[in-house]
């Protein structure tokens, strides 16, 4: 009952100051891939944000929410962007409020939580409980990890290979290949200096939670469990293509090159990480 209320939640715009944009707006389950596919989500009025929306799915794996890791867990998360004024510009007395006066969302807070009255922990649990629903499933690599030798193609099991030796499982590691620790990106370039523009707060990273100087720069390791579906990368949406975010990534992580052949095999393995999505019309 959790779940099916904090889907519903998930979904309305009525968690946004004016009605506009719920939590899939950037959080597409569809087509997104847990993301909206733009170097930086827009919310109410066409309010720019000024980072990279991450995939929500898997996000229970996370050692912490938002690139800098300044949520402890997903209830934290939910008051960042209901209450950001360039996401969702509201607050929980307006939301509260107005669900309060749709009589389903009554009866459903009272099936779920026993009780009619409609408070922020519950809608924040709720919404959370679904969060933690979104957990990619049976995918073909985890089907040869359980033993399928032909769930994934010659190529894809040389991609993975590669992905081990090169050391990208250095920092993308665990079930959820990343989301379980931190890291300083450019540790063998100024990828900030070569990237160009203007550096902004969200390039600061985890220096921005700690102020500690030695997180400057630092960000969660992102999952790659959906790399394939969630363009642009980073956390400021600069990459637009995969095989531009490897390159990337091991000029500035790993201080070397790949070749174009080595890069394909290793898509064709990340390729082989997405596993069962959410569907609109699931019972």
């Not at 540790?187 to 900030?192: E, H, P, Q, S």
């Amino acid at each position: 009952k959790k779940v099916a209320l904090g889907d519903q939640l998930f979904h309305d715009p009525r968690l946004s100051a004016d009605n506009s944009i719920s939590c899939a707006h950037c959080h597409d389950l569809v087509n997104g891939g847990g993301t909206d596919n733009l170097p930086h989500s827009f919310g109410v009025q066409g309010a720019e944000g000024n980072i990279n929306t991450p995939t929500v799915y898997n996000a229970a794996y996370n050692l912490a929410q938002f690139w800098d890791g300044r949520a402890k867990t997903l209830e934290a998360q939910i008051d960042g962007p209901t209450h950001n004024p360039a996401e969702m510009a509201s607050n929980w007395m307006q939301i509260i409020e107005k669900l309060t006066k749709d009589p389903v969302y009554r009866q459903s807070f009272k099936q779920a939580y026993g009780e009619k009255v409609i408070t922020a922990e519950h809608i924040k649990d709720a919404i959370a409980t679904f969060e933690r629903s979104l957990i990619t499933v049976d995918s073909p690599f985890d089907q040869y990890l359980r033993g399928q030798d032909d769930a994934i193609s010659s190529d894809a099991k040389k991609g993975y290979a590669l992905f081990q030796s090169y050391g990208c499982v250095s920092c993308h590691q665990g079930s959820n290949f990343g989301g379980n620790m931190f890291q300083t990106l450019g540790i063998f370039g100024d990828y900030f200096k070569d990237r160009g523009g203007e550096i902004t707060l969200a390039d600061a990273g985890r220096l921005n939670v700690t102020q500690d100087h030695a997180d400057q720069h630092r960000f969660k390791v992102p999952s790659l469990r959906l790399v394939t579906l969630t363009a642009p990368y980073f956390h400021d949406g600069s990459i637009e293509t995969l095989p531009d975010a490897i390159h990337t990534m091991a000029k500035y992580q790993l201080g070397r090159s790949i070749p174009e052949s080595d890069v394909t095999l290793m898509i064709t393995f990340l390729h082989s990480l997405v596993g069962t999505l959410y569907r609109e019309d699931a019972p």
